[in-house]
């Protein structure tokens, strides 16, 4: 993935710390990849900064996955040291050598920074120069378990003692929005720490909530992968890491498109719309109803967004007497990170088609029963719309079927939307079969009866 394409939003991540909890950030990198976010700048902290790095010099996500899935992570304790820890971390960075071999910053595809401590004055010390392995290898050199790594009158140890999600300095590294990678969110639940390297990453850990939500707060959005199960050696585990990984990225895909798409429109000088109704802070789909007395049809549908947790905007607009604002709502709605617009009016209901004609977002239209002709008038205005301006029609009155067809636009990139339609036709057929039995147990005069 090229960083140095000219872009409107420049993305950063901040990978933090966290031991074999480090691998979750490979799934969520996989997510961002298989999507198509371009990531323009990286800083990492201990696990962070070896998969930063990685990352950086060219390696894929898959690649990163698969290297994870067959290490034999004994490298991480074949130094033996006697001076200020158990152990020398000389084999952290011949491991990093084997996939990045002896990079220095200016060779990476993307701007990294790598974050180390200096374990004497408590001061941050950020690597931007110089050898990529040798720098990882310092970030994570965890004091007590490693030995401190001396460089020109600093003594340095693993970056999580000051910055363990490293906010701060990518926000430094001319970004607009910073993703923030945070492992340290459940780890005092469920794991018991049975050796002594793991009651000192333990420790450490605790000591660094202090400072972490400071750091976290200066982000821009904050995925923290449910590792609480898995401990901080759980090194065999990697597949497990990579998925928690994987689906705490996916949870979060759609906000951070969202802001993405928003960081983009104040980019270009001009103020996202004023949502007259809004049901999320960052909404995926837009309903825009042509007259209030629609909304009683419409609302049903609405709790079906909600159910589905898919976040969505309500507006009133209409086509004959506020057409600059309907038109201005379509032009601005990709920008705001608007995916789908549904649109129901009855009547003429010309809103849908013109809506279409002002974007290339799908158009949804629910012809509303109303008037003398019942919808049918709705229904075929909508649905003969001139080639080149298509609005993908329902039924009249059919809510519920234009709502599902939105969300199942939004699953073709957004997989856990495909999850939450799964779940709900499952219900579906789960009702349609407790009915049948039902049936088969009462008789079809019984079920009459019971349901009145």
Not at 37 to 63: F, K, L
Not at 182 to 206: K, V
Not at 232 to 245: N, P, S, V
Request: net charge negative.
């Amino acid at each position: 993935m090229d960083s140095g394409k000219s872009r409107p939003v420049r993305l950063g991540l901040a990978l933090g710390g966290g031991a074999a909890r480090g691998i979750a950030h490979v799934g969520v990198l996989q997510v961002l990849w298989e999507h198509g976010i371009v990531v323009d700048a990286i800083a990492g902290t201990s696990a962070g900064a070896m998969v930063g790095a990685m990352i950086a010099s060219g390696v894929t996500p898959d690649e990163l996955a698969d290297i994870a899935r067959a290490s034999n992570w004994w490298f991480l304790a074949k130094d033996i040291s006697l001076r200020g820890g158990l152990l020398g971390s000389g084999g952290i960075e011949r491991w990093m050598r084997r996939y990045i071999e002896d990079k220095t910053f200016r060779d990476l595809r993307i701007p990294l920074a790598i974050i180390t401590s200096d374990i004497v004055t408590g001061e941050t010390v950020v690597f931007t120069e110089g050898d990529v392995a040798w720098a990882a290898r310092v970030s994570a050199s965890v004091p007590g378990i490693y030995a401190p790594v001396e460089y020109e009158g600093h003594l340095l140890v693993d970056g999580g003692i000051t910055q363990n999600v490293p906010v701060e300095t990518v926000r430094q590294m001319e970004v607009d929005v910073v993703l923030a990678v945070n492992l340290n969110g459940t780890f005092l639940h469920h794991i018991r720490p049975e050796r002594p390297i793991e009651a000192m990453q333990q420790a450490i850990s605790i000591l660094q909530r202090a400072h972490i939500g400071k750091q976290l707060e200066n982000a821009d959005l904050v995925v923290t992968p449910d590792v609480k199960d898995l401990g901080l050696t759980d090194f065999r585990e990697a597949e497990k890491f990579i998925q928690l990984g994987r689906k705490a990225m996916e949870e979060h895909l759609p906000k951070l498109q969202t802001i993405l798409s928003r960081a983009a429109y104040t980019k270009k000088g001009q103020e996202p719309m004023v949502d007259q109704a809004r049901s999320e802070e960052n909404p995926l789909i837009g309903v825009v109803l042509g007259s209030d007395s629609d909304l009683p049809v419409i609302a049903p549908g609405l709790e079906l967004l909600r159910a589905l947790e898919v976040p969505f905007e309500v507006q009133i607009l209409s086509a004959h007497r506020t057409p600059e604002d309907a038109a201005q709502y379509a032009k601005s709605a990709a920008d705001r990170g608007i995916r789908v617009i549904v649109a129901a009016a009855g009547m003429a209901a010309h809103l849908p088609g013109v809506l279409a004609s002002h974007t290339t977002l799908p158009v949804i239209g629910i012809p509303i029963a109303s008037g003398r002709l019942g919808g049918v008038d709705a229904l075929y205005s909508m649905v003969q719309m001139p080639p080149g301006i298509p609005v993908a029609t329902v039924g009249i009155n059919a809510t519920t079927n234009g709502i599902l067809l939105a969300v199942e636009i939004l699953a073709l990139t957004i997989p856990i939307f495909k999850d939450k339609l799964r779940v709900y036709r499952q219900d579906q057929r789960e009702g349609v079969l407790n009915k049948n039995a039902l049936l088969q147990e009462l008789g079809y005069q019984g079920y009459v009866d019971r349901n009145g």
